[in-house]
């Protein structure tokens, strides 16, 4: 079974200023890596993801994760935030061969401050 | 379309009343999911069914929890005699085949 780590529960940022999310995860088959986000009032987003190829992904809004297999992570980055990026960021793992079951770490809360 | 809907959005119920949460999935998704969501976690999978098939349960999902989707689209998440445990964020989502999976808002059950 896998599971997910993400280090940091709470992350306050200033606006402009950079942001990373650490997540790692556990398990002993390959996997899909995906982040996902809430805003507040809103059900989760996919917000990117890696399948395969490329380690390093990226999403529509500036935000980019890196998949690094020897750490077991998948680190979510962006390099200047903005105040509507403050949302709940999940990273999520399911098994390459058993694609259907997501496994979630437990949400890091994100609030960008002007 | 306009996503995963679910129904109702927020539901008190007292202990020992059964409930039942209806998800509508994304019309062509034939993979639909439910999760639970408790406050400071992350989602934990239930349960996954594919078409009609319920092809998983958790160990989550215990004898007093029941899902259906008895023709392929829609899903209902039953609980019977309702616990103080029970109190969660209910999540369904649904995806065709591998793809991206889509969550609905999801339904707060709050048993008191």
């Known amino acids: 079974a896998q599971s997910v780590t993400q280090l940091d529960s709470q992350v306050p940022v200033f606006e402009e200023a950079p942001v990373e999310l650490r997540c790692n995860y556990s398990?002993?088959?390959?996997?899909?890596l995906f982040w996902y986000v809430q805003y507040p009032n809103q059900g989760l987003q996919l917000l990117l993801k890696?399948?395969?190829?490329?380690?390093l992904v990226e999403s529509i809004n500036g935000f980019e994760a890196e998949f690094n297999k020897s750490q077991t992570s998948f680190h979510l980055r962006k390099p200047s935030v903005h105040i509507s990026d403050t949302a709940e960021y999940f990273c999520?793992?399911?098994?390459?061969?058993?694609?259907?079951?997501?496994?979630f770490g437990a949400g890091t809360t994100v609030t960008v401050r002007a | 379309d306009t996503g995963v809907s679910q129904d109702p959005r927020h539901k008190i119920t007292k202990r020992g009343q059964n409930v039942t949460f209806r998800c509508d999935p994304i019309s062509e998704h034939n993979r639909l999911y439910w999760y639970r969501q408790t406050l400071g976690q992350g989602p934990e999978f239930l349960t996954y069914f594919q078409n009609e098939a319920q092809l998983e349960k958790s160990r989550l999902l215990s004898d007093r929890f029941s899902a259906e989707r008895p023709k392929g689209s829609f899903s209902t998440l039953e609980i019977q005699r309702t616990e103080q445990g029970d109190s969660a964020m209910y999540l369904c989502?649904?995806?065709?085949?591998?793809?991206?999976?889509?969550f609905g808002q999801g339904t707060r059950l709050t048993v008191v």
């Open positions: 398990s002993s088959v390959s996997v899909y």
């Open positions: 890696y399948l395969s190829g490329s380690t």
């Open positions: 989502a649904s995806s065709l085949a591998q793809l991206e999976a889509f």
């Open positions: 999520a793992v399911s098994e390459a061969f058993n694609d259907y079951k997501l496994s």
